[in-house]
T-cell receptor, first 113, second 111 residues
Framework: AQSVTQPDIHITVSEGASLELRCNYS??????LFWYVQSPGQGLQLLLK??????LVQGIKGFEAEFKRSQSSFNLRKPSVHWSDAAEYFC???????????FGTGTRLTVIP | EAQVTQNPRYLITVTGKKLTVTCSQN?????MSWYRQDPGLGLRQIYY???????DKGDVPEGYKVSRKEKRNFPLILESPSPNQTSLYFC??????????FGPGTRLTVL
């Protein structure tokens, strides 16, 4: 069965600092992987996705993620965080139908000035 | 503007009173689904639909019904709501193995 683990419930970083949010997945075949962001009171917005090919994927808002099959990981990174990046971030893996998303429990990001 | 809309955005109801949350998308997507979001649990899929008249259970379907009579609409029905269905609900749609577009969410409280 598919599953996603986001080991960090809450992360606090200073504005301008680098960011890495961890995501580990469990899936038997080549996964489809996603990162979504949810701002307070909002729906979910796709940051980036990995289906195949280059293991380093670029997304919106300056985010990137790297797929590492050997570690079953898909960590999200940003070199310099902005105050507007404060939000909750969800990693997700697609199931057998590829439209059936399994979400992690989320990581809440706080950005301090 | 391409979007997924949900109504109502907020709803407070009482145990056992049937309710429907509507979901509509204007992108001609085949695939639609419903999720619920609970603190510490992330989002869990309730039901999904691959196309008109094709629906299937997700991870937490108990207590919910759906229908897909038209491509653009995918209502979520709670025939006898209970307090454990108090949650934040999201509808989503996508065209294929691609980005799921999420609605703004419906916050439901069942007293």
């Amino acid at each position: 069965a598919q599953s996603v683990t986001q080991p960090d419930i809450h992360i606090t970083v200073s504005e301008g600092a680098s960011l890495e949010l961890r995501c580990n997945y469990s899936y038997g075949a080549t996964p489809y992987l996603f990162w979504y962001v949810q701002s307070p009171g909002q729906g979910l917005q796709l940051l980036l996705k990995y289906f195949s090919g280059d293991t380093l994927v670029q997304g919106i808002k300056g985010f990137e993620a790297e797929f590492k099959r050997s570690q079953s990981s898909f960590n999200l990174r940003k070199p310099s965080v902005h105050w507007s990046d404060a939000a909750e971030y969800f990693c997700a893996v697609a199931g057998t139908g590829a439209n059936n998303l399994f979400f992690g429990t989320g990581t809440r990001l706080t950005v301090i000035p | 503007e391409a979007q997924v809309t949900q109504n109502p955005r907020y709803l407070i109801t009482v145990t056992g009173k049937k309710l429907t949350v509507t979901c509509s998308q204007n992108m001609n997507h085949e695939y639609m689904s419903w999720y619920r979001q609970d603190p510490g649990l992330g989002l869990r899929q309730i039901y999904y639909s691959m196309n008109v008249e094709v629906t299937d259970k997700g991870d937490v379907p108990e207590g919910y019904k759906v229908s897909r009579k038209e491509k653009r609409n995918f209502p979520l029905i709670l025939e006898s709501p209970s307090p454990n269905q108090t949650s934040l609900y999201f509808c989503a749609s996508s065209s294929d193995y691609n980005e799921q577009f999420f609605g703004p969410g419906t916050r439901l409280t069942v007293l």
